[in-house]
């Protein structure tokens, strides 16, 4: 009898972990911009306003999981069209700095700088890992090539898969 009930109680389990939602990443196209974004669930229309330096931004976001899974798109036109990745980092950090002022950042692990996309060569990244006043956990990864800057944010006040995370924050893509 108790190898009956300890059978139930391991299928009970296994049942009840694989109800759990799985995300299905897809591939998502950032509006008209020719980027695309991998989303655990469809992020909608992304959402057009124009920076402080009238700059055309998207902005979109989806919850899955109790996690938040965010982008910010700037199309950057031809302003840094002729920079090289050095400047392209320091664009990528006072932007990031700038952001952390907006979403009230109260501690930050630092920048970890020279990340690639095997997709675009060109691109340079940034990582680094925050949190709010609200106690958020954010992991975040910038891109940035010639002509796109894009922010990614998993943010939650519980831990997040990390392939989830990795798979969003890698899964951004340039125009070919």
């Given at each position: 009898m108790?190898?009956?009930?300890?059978?139930?109680?391991?299928?009970?389990?296994?049942?009840v972990s694989m109800a759990q939602d799985v995300p299905r990443f897809a591939k998502y196209p950032v509006s008209t911009s020719g980027c695309y974004a991998y989303?655990?669930?469809?992020?909608?229309?992304?959402?057009?306003?124009?920076?402080?330096?009238?700059l055309n931004m998207y902005i979109g976001e989806v919850n899955f999981g109790g996690a938040f899974y965010s982008m910010i798109l700037v199309d950057l036109g031809n302003a840094f069209a002729e920079s090289g990745k050095e400047e392209l980092d320091g664009l990528l950090t006072q932007y990031l700095d700038y952001l952390q002022t907006q979403l009230n950042i109260t501690g930050a692990a630092g920048y970890?700088?020279?990340?690639?996309?095997?997709?675009n060569p060109n691109a340079t990244g940034v990582i680094d890992f925050w949190e709010d006043a609200e106690l958020y956990?954010?992991?975040?990864?910038?891109?940035?090539?010639?002509?796109?800057?894009?922010?990614?944010?998993?943010?939650?006040?519980e831990e997040v898969n990390y392939n989830?995370?990795?798979?969003?924050?890698n899964g951004f893509r340039f125009p070919e």
């Open positions: 108790n190898k009956f009930l300890l059978t139930l109680l391991l299928i009970g389990t296994v049942v989303f655990p669930a469809d992020p909608g229309s992304f959402e057009l306003q124009k920076s402080e330096d009238s970890g700088m020279g990340h690639t996309l095997e997709s956990q954010y992991d975040v990864k910038a891109w940035a090539d010639n002509h796109f800057l894009a922010v990614l944010m998993v943010y939650s006040l989830y995370k990795s798979m969003f924050l």
